[in-house]
C-alpha cells in the first residue's frame, strides 16, 4: 500500500514539475486601430505642439503571465504624422524630419519584455527612425479582461538621436518628445 501510494504520489509531482516546467503559449493579439492610437507632443517655442501617426500597426504576441515569451513589432508610417496645422506638417514631412521619401517606416521591435508587476511591463529592444537604430525601453500598463487588452504607455523621445529635425535648434523645438500609445487589442 505504502509503495502504491508512494509511486503515485510521484507520478503526480513529476506531471506537476512537466507542466509547471512548460513554457506558456503567447497569444497573438489584433490590434483595433479605430479604437487605438500613437500620438505626440513637441514643445516649440515653449508651447506644446500635439501630433498623431495616423498610419501604423503592431504585431504583438504576450501572454501576461509570461511576458518572457512574447514579442512586439510595430511599424509606422512616418509620412503620417500630423499636427492639423499646415507649415509644421510640411516641416514633419521634409528631409530634416521624417524624411518619408527615403525613410518611409519608423520600427520598433522587441527582443525581451519583462513583467514590472501591478499590470506594468517593458519591453525592451530596438527603434529605427531615419534609419539610425537605437536601443530602446517602451514601459507600458497592460489591462487584460477576457479576450480584450489595453495598452498605454508615455515615453520620451530625443529626437536628434535620430536626426529628426536636425537643422531646428533646441531653443526652438525641445530635443525631448513625449510619445503617447494607447491600444487597444483583440485575440
Known sequence: MFRKN????????????????TPAAA?????????SSLTFVATQNGSPVEGRFAGWNAEITLDPQAPE????????????AATGQGQVDQTLASA?????????????????ITALGDNRYEAAGTLTIK???REFA???TLTVEGDSARAQ????????????GSDIPEATVANDVTVRLDIVATR
Open 96 to 112: 530634416a524630419w521624417f524624411d518619408p521619401a527615403s525613410h518611409p517606416d519608423a520600427i520598433f521591435e522587441s527582443g525581451s
Open 27 to 35: 497569444s497573438s493579439w489584433t490590434v483595433d486601430t479605430s479604437k
Open 131 to 133: 534609419g539610425t537604430a
Open 138 to 140: 517602451l514601459p507600458f
Open 153 to 164: 504607455a508615455d515615453v520620451s523621445l530625443a529626437r536628434l538621436v535620430f536626426g529628426i
Open 6 to 21: 508512494r509511486l503515485t504520489l510521484m507520478t503526480g509531482i513529476v506531471a506537476t514539475a512537466l507542466v509547471a516546467g
Open 69 to 80: 515569451t512574447g514579442r512586439i513589432r510595430a511599424v509606422i508610417d512616418t509620412a503620417s
